[in-house]
């Protein structure tokens, strides 16, 4: 198992590496590992306030589709998940009142698996989302 | 031939005319629509819908003509924050002006003004004898400066005298150093309670009052937004919002079942001076006890320690009590007499187990006080015969609740924007 983990996190940061080197390009499908895992870190740290069909809750919480902060800039993305979300909100010409608590508590391989899913959720498609990109906003991040 | 004309046959025909208009009106009320709006009630119950408001209306008040002011929650590209309709002899409503440039929940009618709340101040307009508002533009603002975030409704209600009650919901879950965060404890001594967490009174009648031209009635409410006045027994009657999330910030100590069940919605009777104890406990309505919160060293067992007063009643937990109404009609059966209505707008943090909610409550009193099981009144409002999953699936959901001068119940749905008229058509 823990040859297994190694080894997709080797593979995550050399993708990493090979997509920043090759900077925009289109990145391919995400895998499927990491969307089953992100499923349960959903279920365990998201779902209550976002819903088990991403949709938020009117004027509380926001959906996680449909929206550019997913489908969007993947450092945005991250920071969300690492510093919360500040309250009351707007966005997308929506308000939302609930404040979103730092998940910085989870490890990087998590919310690397936890975003790759929402991205692929939800009428989201979007490209994976790696440990190695986690690991390193975390380290630029205040 | 023409002078004929005018002196029988015209009379004659105008006779005729105002006898059958007469008659229109005294038969035809309020009619209920053909499939009760789709609500499900008691038998011998229609409903009927009285506007599409295209917004999200909140609160409601009903004027002694029948016509309807009703607060809007937000306010949107130009979009004005109190609507005003006038009904029909069939109860469908028109709307008549709109004014207001601020969002919020509060609305209601005392003497010779209209009352509404935004999130942060409480106005008031001057009206007519017939209950019309005369200068929209200019209202009196009466209280200013309260705090707001989440669970900003300022809902309002008097007393007897020329008092204001409004609540201040608190601007977090259950005072945690970090709101809602995993695992974060409570804040010792909560310094939030100073300003927010309880009910707040003022004066009617005195302009641009602050905290400190009011008092701190009642504490340790997390968040109310149905709240009424009980004229049989002279005392303010609230319905709070318990605080969310036991199991995502405390998995080792409640299970995601536990935490869609618990805590319970609460009904309080409330005196000056009380507390209700947020954020220090919550009431379980399974063990029927006050139980320490565990922000604050509790363990989902141990009682809580301190002078917090019971609920009179207890309701499943996260269904979002926003209405509340003490029936004082002579249209609904005597049972309905004096016992109160509540809204519930509907569950979000009771996922992954399924939604509930959406539905409106009848609480039977008596001799002031909760008498027996409460019951579900009216359902139908999310327009979902399965498992509701989440608070999207629903279209319809339930918020603000006012009776009409022949006693019929009004319930606004602030999602799709339905002002809904429930009337007893049994003969």
């Given amino acids: ?142 | 031939m023409k002078t004929k004309l005018i002196k029988y046959i015209v009379p004659a025909v105008l006779i005729a005319a105002s006898v059958s208009l007469y008659a229109i009106k005294s038969n035809v009320g309020p009619v209920a629509d053909k499939d009760n709006a789709g609500l499900k009630l008691p038998e011998g119950f229609g409903a009927l819908v009285v506007a599409e408001t295209g917004a999200q209306p909140r609160h409601i008040v009903v004027t002694p003509q029948g016509n309807i002011y009703v607060k809007m929650f937000r306010v949107r590209n130009g979009s004005k924050g109190i609507y005003y309709y006038k009904t029909d002899a069939a109860g469908k409503g028109t709307l008549s002006k709109s004014f207001g440039d601020y969002p919020g929940t509060g609305m209601n009618l005392k003497d010779d003004y209209l009352y509404a709340s935004s999130n942060t101040e409480v106005f008031r307009y001057k009206i007519d004898a017939n209950k019309e508002v005369l200068d929209a533009d200019h209202p009196e603002r009466i209280i200013t400066g309260l705090k707001t975030g989440q669970h900003e409704s300022k809902s309002i209600v008097f007393d007897n005298l020329d008092d204001i009650y409004v609540n201040i919901g608190v601007n977090s879950n259950s005072c945690q150093v970090k709101d809602r965060q995993f695992a974060s404890m409570g804040i010792p001594g909560c310094p939030l309670l100073d300003s927010a967490a309880g009910i707040w009174r003022f004066k009617i009648n005195k302009p641009n009052q602050t905290y400190k031209d009011g008092i701190r009635y009642a504490t340790g409410l997390r968040n109310v937004v149905g709240l009424d006045w009980n004229q049989q027994n002279n005392q303010l009657f609230v319905m709070q919002h318990g605080r969310d999330q036991l199991h995502s910030i405390f998995p080792d100590m409640y299970t995601e079942k536990q935490s869609a069940e618990l805590p319970a919605e609460c009904m309080y009777a409330l005196k000056q001076g009380d507390n209700a104890g947020w954020p220090y406990m919550y009431y379980d309505q399974i063990q029927h006890k006050k139980i320490m919160a565990p922000e604050y060293g509790g363990d989902s067992k141990k009682e809580a320690v301190g002078n917090f007063i019971d609920p009179v009643a207890a309701y499943p937990g996260h269904m979002a009590p926003d209405g509340l109404l003490f029936y004082t009609g002579n249209m609904f059966p005597e049972k309905y007499k004096n016992g109160a209505f509540i809204a519930f707008h509907g569950s979000w943090n009771r996922a992954p187990e399924p939604q509930k909610g959406y539905f409106l409550v009848f609480q039977p009193f008596k001799n002031g006080k909760p008498f027996g099981d409460w019951e579900v009144f009216a359902d139908g409002f999310s327009a979902m015969t399965t498992d509701i999953k989440s608070p999207n699936e629903a279209v319809h959901r339930p918020c603000g609740l006012a009776q009409g001068p022949d006693g019929s119940l009004y319930v606004t749905d602030d999602h799709h924007g339905t002002i809904y008229r429930i009337i007893y058509t049994k003969k």
């Avoid at chain 1, 991403?54 to 959906?63: A, C, K, Q, Y």
Wanted: charged letters at 15%; one cysteine or more; a positive charge.
């Fill in chain 1, 1 to 142: 198992m823990n040859r297994v983990l190694t080894a997709l996190l080797l593979l995550a940061s050399i993708s990493f590496c090979v997509s920043a080197q090759t900077k925009p390009k289109t990145v391919g499908a995400a895998p499927a590992a990491s969307i089953a895992r992100g499923a349960l870190v959903y279920k365990q740290y998201c779902l209550a306030c976002h819903q088990i069909d991403g949709g938020g809750v009117p004027n509380m919480n926001p959906p996680l589709s449909k929206t550019t902060w997913i489908s969007g800039d993947k450092t945005r993305l991250i920071k969300v998940v690492l510093n919360g979300f500040p309250a009351p909100v707007d966005i997308d010409g929506e308000s939302y009142t609930n404040v979103m608590a730092p998940h910085n508590f989870l490890k990087d391989q998590d919310i690397a698996d936890v975003l790759t899913y929402v991205r692929n959720s939800f009428g989201n498609k979007g490209s994976a989302i790696t440990a190695a990109s986690v690991k390193a906003v975390r380290a630029k991040n205040k």
